[in-house]
């Protein structure tokens, strides 16, 4: 009997914050649509360009709420970003010395190897700033409009997807221009950015009701949910972890399943059903949450290997774990009476590798490597079920890293996996219906059980990232502050019922993940203090909405950072390994 093919199941994780002011409605930093217009185009491009290609994707609901709120901008001409209402602005020559400064501030911040130097005419802006910049000098005064708009211009084109620099004529021609970009050019430029944006989100439909991809979604604020419901659950993987000085997190269970059903009822408006599984912010689960989330209908879930790892250990203390092959190459079921959900863990090591490691070496090697490392699995898994190998990694930052947006390592991979005779290309919910209708499907999977949950997430199996440091457990004082200050006006009939809705997204807004994140010393300075400011503005935000005095510690930054420079190996502070080095 010929044996079982071996099914690798990538999931792509897509993820922003709200950078949104709430009160203005401004954005305070341009990720999500540079990421647009860069990953979320070029990694729908992939598929689209290889039918036979089987991947998943993870979209974080407050990701699409500002996707929408772009191409409502577009459409409505009522611009909200900064940097791109300059980009559309028709006189540069005009600008007031903070717009000279905000141009001058954000239009350098990409991957200097990888998306500035290979750009004659970009570098050729980059130098010029250098020179006036030199030995503390701020001449701005010398920048004309005409550089303006070609730094801006030039910034914008960086962060374009390979796919639509390949096929877009505008592109190609400012790009063989390179330089005295004019009025038309600019705005051409900026149509182009809103017809990306716009056609994002259809373009993952059109893909998941071709069946090529499946769709899921996370809890809608991107909140750490085991640590909403219980900061003990740290104690877990870190047992002398020091703790926020509030015990818990007040009425965090109730605020984890209003994250949960949010999350469910935007993925249903936007895609017709509510997703079969759902990513874990940070892949951080506890059986609590998971629980919760499967008496909310979700029916599958991921994390990373350390948490499997430690959950088998703490189900049964004293089984050696002696072969990966032994326990990581299938899913898992959790369940407490009736509730039940299946979870994947993710390869750390492959999925590692395509996050920090391949950018570094020629697609075709990198691709080898990856496919070869699979075939070892397959060869000496030799068991009569099919083995699932889940590869689960950050969807859009890592591609910086890489040249030409990871184009040719993503077409080479998706072709490579999608024509092998021994490896089949699946979603988890396929997965998932070879375990619950094993006679419908073409698969066997063999479906363990954990009686346990080690608490933890994807990155390093602990919520270290998150909680446990001076900075971080700061960050949760204050929302436990706000949060209390909260409750007690929400008991009042202080505000209408609109009010208390504004009130309630501001604090979803705040207990977002990647606050805690950012604050520590592991990160670069100017990092930190965007995130830090952001977060504190957020937090001012929901005393205002509240009609509260704004407490004064707010306006004392939370972290420093590291002035030095970044963590080391993580790209800049957006991505982190799932085990230490």
């Known amino acids: 009997m010929m044996q079982p093919k071996l099914l690798i199941s990538l999931y792509w994780h897509m993820h922003q914050p709200d950078y949104r002011d709430s009160l203005t409605g401004e954005y305070v930093l341009p990720w999500t649509y540079l990421h647009a217009i860069k990953d979320y185009s070029d990694m729908a491009y992939h598929l689209e360009a290889n039918p036979k290609a089987r991947v998943s994707f993870n979209f974080v609901p407050i990701l699409l709420d500002q996707l929408e709120d772009y191409a409502n901008q577009f459409k409505t001409r009522q611009v909200k970003d900064p940097i791109l209402k ?9 600008l007031s010395r903070e717009e000279r400064r905000l141009i001058k501030d954000s239009c350098f911040k990409s991957h200097h190897e990888k998306m500035l130097k290979p750009f004659p005419d970009y570098e050729r802006l980059y130098k010029m700033f250098q020179f ?3 030995d503390g000098r701020d001449d701005l005064n010398y920048l004309s409009g005409q550089y303006l708009a070609d730094l801006l211009v ?10 639509v620099r390949q096929s877009s004529t505008l592109v190609k021609n400012l790009m063989v221009k ?10 051409a430029l900026f149509d182009l950015v809103g017809s990306l944006i716009t056609n994002l989100i259809p373009r993952y439909k059109k893909l998941a009701q071709a069946g090529q991809i499946e769709l899921t979604s996370t809890p809608h604020f991107h909140p750490i949910l085991p640590l909403l419901i219980d900061f003990e659950t740290t104690h877990d993987a870190i047992p002398n972890a020091i703790l926020p000085n509030c015990k818990a997190y007040p009425g965090g269970e109730e605020r984890a399943i209003d994250h949960i059903k949010g999350a469910q009822i935007s993925h249903k408006r936007r895609f017709g059903l509510e997703p079969h599984g759902m990513w874990p912010s940070e892949g951080a689960v506890s059986k609590e949450s998971l629980l919760l989330m499967a008496q909310t209908g979700v029916q599958w879930a991921a994390s990373g290997e350390n948490v499997l790892v430690n959950s088998l250990r703490k189900s049964n203390p004293s089984k050696a774990l002696v072969s990966r092959h032994d326990y990581l190459y299938k899913p898992y ?15 750390d090591r492959l999925s590692d590798k395509i996050g920090f490691e391949y950018s570094k070496i020629h697609s075709t090697e990198a691709v080898g490597d990856f496919v070869r490392t699979l075939e070892h699995i397959y060869q000496t898994y030799q068991r009569e079920e099919n083995p699932v190998v889940s590869v689960i990694l950050d969807g859009e930052n890592a591609w910086e890293y890489y040249p030409y947006n990871g184009h040719y390592f993503l077409t080479e991979l998706y072709e490579a996996l999608a024509n092998h005779p ?19 499907s073409p698969y066997k999977v063999y479906c363990g059980n954990l009686s346990e949950i080690s608490a933890g997430s994807w990155v390093y199996g602990t919520f270290s990232t998150w909680i446990g440091s001076v900075d971080k457990n700061r960050g949760w004082d204050l929302l436990c502050d706000a949060k209390k200050a909260y409750d007690k006006v929400m008991k009042t009939n202080k505000l209408s019922p609109k009010e208390k809705e504004k009130c309630e997204i501001q604090l979803s807004v705040c207990e977002g993940s990647d606050w805690f994140w950012w604050l520590g010393d592991y990160n670069a300075a100017m990092s930190v203090s965007s995130f830090d400011q952001l977060y504190r503005r957020n937090l001012t935000n929901l005393y205002l909405l509240l009609k509260l005095p704004v407490p004064e510690q707010l306006n004392l930054p939370i972290s420093a950072g590291d002035f030095v420079h970044a963590a080391n190996d993580t790209n800049s502070g957006t991505m982190r390994r799932g085990q230490e080095k």
Not at 157 to 162: K, S, V
Not at 178 to 187: V, Y
Not at 434 to 439: G, Q, V, Y
């Open 86 to 94: 300059l980009l559309g602005t028709n006189d540069l020559w005009v």
């Open 178 to 187: 390179g330089k005295q970009f004019t009025n038309e050019d600019r705005l």
């Open 333 to 347: 079921k959790v369940s407490k009476n009736k509730d039940e959900i299946v979870c994947f863990f993710r390869d």
């Open 422 to 440: 021994n490896i089949e290309m699946v979603t988890p919910s396929q997965v998932l219906h070879s375990i619950k209708k094993p006679k419908q």
């Open 154 to 163: 030039w910034y914008h084109l960086a962060w374009m997807g390979e796919s």
């Open 132 to 134: 006036l910049t030199e």
